[in-house]
């Protein structure tokens, strides 16, 4: 069977990679060929672009102090080339490149099956595109249509967003969402069943992953650290790192997307690879983050690590995965944060022989829904 894979392959953000690649091969190594739908719509909600738009005078500051940091440029310049050639790499896409709604609309190729997700494609605060969700039917109506773990990561809709997130839904042949909160507000909105299933990355199994992580070149720091990478930065982020770094005695070696290092990190890597991101978790002598796929690497590695949380409709990402296989007592906001003691550090690293068990029958079931979704 030919599969097309539509989702955010092409985002210079580490999680959009990393859940691509392993959807995609976890469905070729169930027999089919498949390849992602090459499409990059001309939006700026990707990370490619270095220079924010302007909508508010804090975007111009922001944008003219980014000018100013030639160093944090150029190792900007050389993260996006290590994603690029990686993409070329280990990615099959189309021949064809697709910028629009009509370019796919006019020139898609057929497909057998054609699969939307993971990542938050279909939330609506972040971006919206009917192409996400796989708006094309029409074009193809004898092919699949399915959505495997695509995140919402909002609470609740307006009476437009459900009119709207209804009619997406009719013509899928599987429906499945990455979240039990996901479920919860689309459900009441179609007669089709919905499934909650794990990001892609936990199918592809531990074993791949360690085969292809590594270390960035020149990382050369032997001693116990603490690896932290933040969407975003603020001071529930800080104080927790501030409190590990004393607690525990470690390093911290910081994974920066951001312009500014507000950690004081004994190593600021600002240019890892996808490859390197994985690597820098395996090795991590402790990993705390408020992202959903560093998270889901620590406990795929079987980490001690704490979640930040960001108090927004975001944070039900984290919650529900960690909530699902009985390790949210690793969740942090600023309501507890000061509960972060040596004992609670010490806990972190307890409670993988319970959660191992739930987590392979999560496993099961979700290459169970995408095995027989595409039959």
């Known amino acids: 069977m030919k599969v097309g894979i539509i989702t955010t392959h092409y985002a210079l953000n580490y999680g959009a990679f990393l859940q691509a690649m392993a ?22 909600k ?30 900007y310049v050389s993260r996006r080339k290590k994603f690029d050639d990686m993409r070329k790499r280990e990615m099959w896409s189309s021949d064809r490149i697709y910028t629009s709604q009509e370019d796919i609309l006019q020139n898609l190729e057929p497909y057998d099956a054609f699969i939307c997700g993971s990542d938050q494609i279909w939330n609506s605060s972040l971006m919206y595109d009917p192409i996400y969700f796989l708006d094309f039917h029409e074009k193809y109506p004898d092919a699949k249509y399915i959505a495997y773990a695509p995140s919402i990561s909002m609470t609740e809709l307006s009476a437009d967003e459900k009119q709207t997130y209804s009619r997406h839904m009719q013509h899928f042949n599987a429906i499945s969402v990455r979240e039990a909160a996901g479920k919860a507000l689309l459900s009441p909105l179609t007669e089709k069943e919905i499934k909650v299933v794990l990001d892609p990355v936990f199918l592809y199994g531990i074993d791949n992953w360690k085969y292809f992580s590594s270390y960035p070149k020149g990382f050369d720091i032997k001693e116990p650290y603490i690896f932290c990478y933040f969407i975003g930065s603020g001071m529930l982020s800080q104080i927790a790192v501030n409190k590990l770094r004393n607690i525990t005695g470690y390093r911290v070696v910081y994974c920066n997307v951001q312009l500014r290092d507000r950690f004081q990190s004994d190593v ?14 395996e090795k991590a002598s402790f990993v705390c983050s408020n992202s959903f796929h560093a998270t889901a690497f620590s406990v795929m590695f079987q980490k001690p690590f704490i979640v930040t949380l960001n108090r927004n409709g975001r944070d039900s990402r984290m919650v529900d995965l960690l909530s699902s296989i009985g390790l949210n007592d690793r969740l942090y906001d600023l309501d507890n944060i000061e509960e972060l003691d040596m004992d609670a550090v010490k806990k972190c690293a307890e409670g993988y022989e319970q959660a191992k068990p739930l987590l392979k029958k999560l496993i099961k079931e979700s290459m169970m829904f995408l095995k027989k979704s595409l039959e």
């Open 23 to 44: 959807l995609q091969r976890t469905v070729s190594e169930m027999g089919h060929y498949c390849e992602f739908i090459d499409y990059r719509p001309k939006i700026d």
């Open 46 to 75: 990707f990370g490619r672009s270095y220079i924010h738009k302007c909508r508010t005078a804090k975007d111009l500051l922001r944008n003219i102090y980014a000018l100013l940091l030639v160093n944090v440029y150029c190792k």
């Open 268 to 281: 600021c890597i600002r240019d890892a690879s996808p490859r390197e991101f994985v690597g820098l978790i």
